[in-house]
């Protein structure tokens, strides 16, 4: 081997890092050293550090171009969301005010919508012409075009809802069915369009991103309007017509269900509109009743067979009115002619006060203006004064005003339509207006509204307590329209959940302020009171012993009635506590006595009772306290609950929870949390 080459073992691997520069040949050839050196030479670090540099170079420029372009789509997505979160809150805030029948406000919102998508695409109009290439600018286009089309079709659905708000009340008062069907038809038909615009919107929000939490709950209320419209038109539209009964409850005179349903109208609905009133008094039907039932033991004290005139007897009111609808049903003035009811509304003078506070006084023919301030008193006093006079019309004022009433509504303008959808609600929460119809469907629809006047429905679930005072007025007169009523509620949660309840009320008697004898008789009601099912009295004090005769030889021709049989045959007489009887009631107890407060004077009814929960009081644990009233009932209300030793509730800070009320709801639900203190 020739000495000039370098050795073997320095030519057989690579030089590594950190190795020593191989030596040279004692015997230098210089060509082949150099040759050598250049073959096999470790890189020096600043060689090395500019080739590191170079990559990194490259890659931090694609990252830093990368995520500038994204920062700059972010910031452009941001944008466009705003502005279409912008458009969204103004057809949310339009969609409020047409629910309220502020249409002319809502197309000014949908109209604001609209300008503010304009905007939209007027900014990134660049971006839209991208919308082929980037998937996400697609799916943002998508969204800009289906909001575009739910602002169109609001805006024409708002002016025709706007046209038939003031248009329907008048066509269905005054026997347009067409017009009404017509109007019904174009609306269901705005709304499912709407509906199919939304559900593509939310699609298209969705997949660019925009949190659409109010398409989801606005698709499944429109899809409810939708299906009401379609229950709505095909019940109007029936060929074979319908027959509603209109009753006025006489509050003055309480019954479980409301008033007492003295009078009444029979509206007949024919192609879609009212084809027919006729005012009754119900002892038309009543005289000829071809049924002889016996009356609820309490009825027994002033009837001696039961009919349309006691009928409202059930605290829930589709019991009363499909009673009261049977009854009337076999009379002689409708079984001759097999005629059937389809429903049954209920209004007390609250109604009747409110409709002619906005619709403004009427004057009868004999000169005396009837106004919202005197109804409720014009109205009983025509009844007494006909009665007295054995008048072949006792109830000649209502006959005269039903048809003055109807004209007024079937020629309203569009603002004092807003004002009684308004005063609609109100009646429903208050059970002033109650709706009862044999098409479950349409009970549906009611119970949506709140009009139903059904009571609290109580799960095996609920942990809690329930009160509910309901008075029946069996030869009281028209006393309680003079009654004062005050109702205090006091419970106490224990530890092992159950509920320690005292329940006071105290009833005084103004009748001294009315002239009329018809108020100032002495008030005398069977009390129902309905209690958690199960709950056990601890005290009760307030009750009258009323000692009657029945009125009739039930043994002889009489039927006995399955509603009232099943109530009474579990009637229990509380020997701790003579004159009161508990009884199961709408998976209540319900404990029943007499009470009779004179003229002038006070009587308070004491109850205290225990009721169990399924579940003990805990960190975190709710308990509910509901508390009803009976239709046309007025009283003022106070509630105190206290919370277990060692606990406050949440919702006040504080071991007690106190709410005072001039007025009692018909339905009020307090839920409180108990924490640790």
């Known amino acids: 081997m020739p000495r000039f080459l370098p050795r073997l073992a320095d030519i057989a691997r690579r030089p590594k890092k950190g190795d020593p520069p191989p030596r040279p040949p004692k015997t230098v050839n210089l060509r082949a050293v150099e040759r050598f050196y250049r073959e096999h030479r470790i890189p020096d670090k600043k060689s090395r550090n500019l080739g590191k540099r170079a990559l990194l170079t490259i890659i931090i420029a694609f990252l830093v171009f990368s995520l500038g372009a994204a920062s700059g789509v972010y910031i452009l997505k941001l944008r466009a969301k705003s502005s279409v979160n912008e458009a969204a809150n103004n057809f949310r805030q339009g969609v409020e005010s047409a629910k309220g029948l502020d249409l002319e406000k809502a197309g000014s919102e949908f109209e604001a919508a609209g300008g503010a998508l304009e905007g939209v695409r007027n900014k990134f109009q660049f971006l839209f012409s991208l919308d082929k290439y980037l998937p996400f600018l697609k799916n943002l286009s998508g969204a800009y075009g289906s909001a575009q089309n739910i602002i169109s079709t609001a805006s024409k659905l708002s002016e025709v809802a706007n046209w038939t708000v003031e248009s329907l009340p008048q066509d269905f008062i005054g026997g347009r069915g067409d017009k009404v069907l017509e109007s019904l038809g174009k609306i269901k038909e705005g709304i499912s369009s709407l509906r199919l615009d939304m559900a593509a919107f939310s699609e298209s929000a969705a997949s660019f991103g925009l949190k659409d939490d109010y398409s989801s709950s606005a698709l499944v209320e429109l899809s409810r309007y939708e299906q009401m419209l379609d229950i709505a038109f095909s019940w109007l539209s029936a060929s074979e017509g319908k027959k509603v009964l209109i009753f006025f409850g006489n509050t003055a005179e309480l019954r479980p269900g409301g008033g007492f349903n003295g009078s009444y109208a029979e509206v007949d609905i024919k192609g879609g509109a009212i084809s027919q009133v006729i005012p009754r008094d119900i002892n038309e039907p009543d005289r000829v009743m071809n049924r002889k039932i016996i009356p609820p033991k309490p009825v027994q004290a002033i009837a001696s067979q039961w009919r349309g005139a006691d009928a409202n007897w059930f605290f829930s009111f589709p019991d009363s009115a499909e009673k009261t609808l049977a009854f009337l049903e076999s009379s002689g003035i409708y079984s001759e002619k097999n005629e059937r009811f389809d429903g049954m509304i209920a209004i007390t003078p609250a109604v009747a006060s409110d409709l002619l506070g906005i619709l403004g006084p009427v004057k009868l023919s004999n000169g005396k203006i009837i106004n919202s301030e005197n109804i409720a008193e014009e109205l009983q006093r025509d009844v007494q004064e006909g009665q007295a006079s054995k008048s072949a019309e006792p109830k000649k004022l209502i006959k005269e005003l039903v048809p003055a009433i109807r004209e007024a509504l079937s020629n309203l303008p569009s603002e004092k339509i807003s004002q009684i959808s ?256």
């Open 422 to 677: 308004e005063m609609m609600s109100l009646w429903g929460e208050n059970r002033d207006l109650m709706v009862y119809f044999r098409d479950p469907r349409l009970m549906e629809v009611v119970n949506d509204f709140g009009a139903s006047g059904r009571i609290y429905k109580l799960d095996p679930s609920f942990n809690g307590s329930y009160f509910a005072p309901v008075f029946a007025n069996l030869g009281g007169g028209k006393s309680d329209l003079a009654m004062i009523n005050t109702v205090r509620y006091e419970a106490q949660i224990q530890p092992d959940g159950s509920i320690s309840a005292k329940a006071r009320i105290i009833r005084t008697h103004n009748g001294r302020s009315k002239k009329e004898w018809w108020y100032r008789e002495p008030s005398l009601s069977y009390v129902k009171v309905f209690l958690p099912f199960g709950s056990v009295l601890q005290e009760a004090d307030g009750m009258f012993n009323r000692v009657f005769k029945p009125r009739a030889d039930y043994s002889k021709g009489f039927e006995r009635d399955g509603q009232v049989s099943a109530i009474e045959e579990t009637i229990r007489p509380v020997i701790a506590f003579p004159g009161f009887e508990t009884m199961d009631e709408y998976e209540r107890t319900a404990v029943g006595f007499w009470q009779k407060v004179p003229l002038g004077e006070e009587g308070e009814i004491v109850l205290d009772y225990t009721n169990k929960n399924p579940f003990p009081a805990k960190d975190g644990r709710a308990y509910s306290f509901v508390l009803e009233r009976q239709a046309g009932l007025s009283a003022s209300l106070r509630v105190q609950i206290f919370a277990p030793l060692g606990y406050v509730f949440k919702e006040s800070g504080l071991s007690a929870y106190e709410v005072d009320l001039s007025e009692m709801p018909a339905n009020m639900e307090i839920t409180l949390t108990l924490i640790r203190d």
